[in-house]
């Protein structure tokens, strides 16, 4: 990361790995943890256009000096937000989650299941950061990193879909997982402007409405499992 800090010596240094680990939002510099998130609740709101770096670092209680400090310009900290709030998002949609076993009835829509609660759950806690990610458009000013760091959170889904897909047939898997994924965004999105209430149920019950796009290709695929043990 192109982060220009100074760490110092001495017992300061020694007395740090004593401090336990916190949860939630990676352990940085305290200064740059809060522009982070300064900074993701800004461009969450007005977009990267709508943001100006000295209210960035007002909202971070810093100076501005102190902000060039860590980012040299605004191009660098959006990316810097956003690989920060990509890697959340991709942790708590794909750590510890097993492919389905293709030859399982109701493998496939048990996985489906938990990759929606997965990211309900997501939402629902880091609100403003599922705003930023997923309802507005990246394109203009993400690098690199920035991309792989998408792909690498869409791949392992894209996987799953693929296999179903080579085995079945059907819609192609891009066109599907668009649907799906912009099936949610459209959820939460309604339910923010207050079209509709997404409580407990009506996440379940869309789940299951989402669910029903790819579930001729899963019907496919027992069909197929069943025929070749035949």
Do not use: C
Request: hydrophobic share 40%; charged share 30%.
């Amino acid at each position: 990361m192109n982060v220009r800090s100074k760490r110092g010596g001495g017992s300061g240094s020694r007395n740090r790995a004593h401090v336990p680990k916190r949860r939630g939002r990676p352990v940085v510099d305290d200064k740059r943890r809060k522009l982070l998130d300064a900074a993701l609740k800004i461009f969450a709101e007005r977009g990267y256009h709508g943001t100006a770096v000295p209210e960035v670092a007002e909202a971070a209680g810093v100076g501005t000096g102190t902000l060039y400090h860590y980012f040299e310009h605004k191009h660098q900290l959006v990316n810097e937000v956003y690989r920060d709030a990509k890697l959340r998002l991709r942790g708590a949609l794909l750590d510890g989650l097993v492919e389905p076993d293709l030859d399982k009835p109701d493998a496939v829509r048990a996985w489906f299941d938990e990759v929606w609660r997965r990211l309900a759950a997501y939402a629902r806690r880091e609100p403003d950061t599922f705003r930023f990610l997923e309802m507005q458009d990246h394109v203009e000013y993400l690098d690199i990193e920035s991309r792989q760091i998408e792909l690498s959170t869409l791949a392992p889904l894209f996987l799953v879909g693929k296999k179903v897909h080579d085995r079945t047939s059907g819609p192609r898997v891009d066109i599907v997982i668009a649907l799906m994924w912009g099936a949610f965004v459209g959820l939460v999105k309604a339910s923010r402007l207050g079209y509709l209430r997404l409580d407990d149920y009506s996440l379940v019950a869309a789940g299951g409405v989402a669910w029903r796009m790819f579930e001729p290709e899963a019907n496919r695929l027992l069909t197929t499992g069943r025929k070749k043990k035949n």
